[in-house]
């Protein structure tokens, strides 16, 4: 299974082993993640499983430029959008994305 690394904002790390399929949000809110919400479900419709993917990982990416939907979402997260920012939700867990690492905003709501 692919390892998704996640930081929280005051630098503590877990690193999980994700099932493939299921998204970077969900493997959070599964195992209990503090830093992400979720609230909409995985609709890419609230925002608040904003996350900041590391710059060594950040060409993990590459080929998942973010669509219109989760473009667009990203303006409306409550911690500064950066270049590096992304849904959670919208990062289905592959192969490709093992080794992933994201950090978490100081707040999603």
Do not use: W
């Amino acid at each position: 299974m692919p390892k998704i690394t996640y930081v929280s904002a005051d630098r503590h790390s877990q690193t999980l082993d994700l099932p493939l399929g299921t998204t970077v949000m969900r493997g959070a809110v599964t195992n209990d993640i503090d830093g992400i919400v979720g609230q909409c479900g995985g609709q890419a419709q609230c925002a608040t499983c904003h996350v900041y993917v590391d710059a060594a990982t950040v060409d993990l990416l590459e080929a998942v430029a973010p669509d219109g939907e989760e473009d667009g979402m990203l303006d409306f997260t409550v911690c500064s959008r950066e270049p590096n920012s992304r849904l959670s939700c919208q990062l289905t867990v592959t192969d490709g994305l093992d080794g992933l690492i994201v950090h978490l905003p100081e707040r999603q709501d």
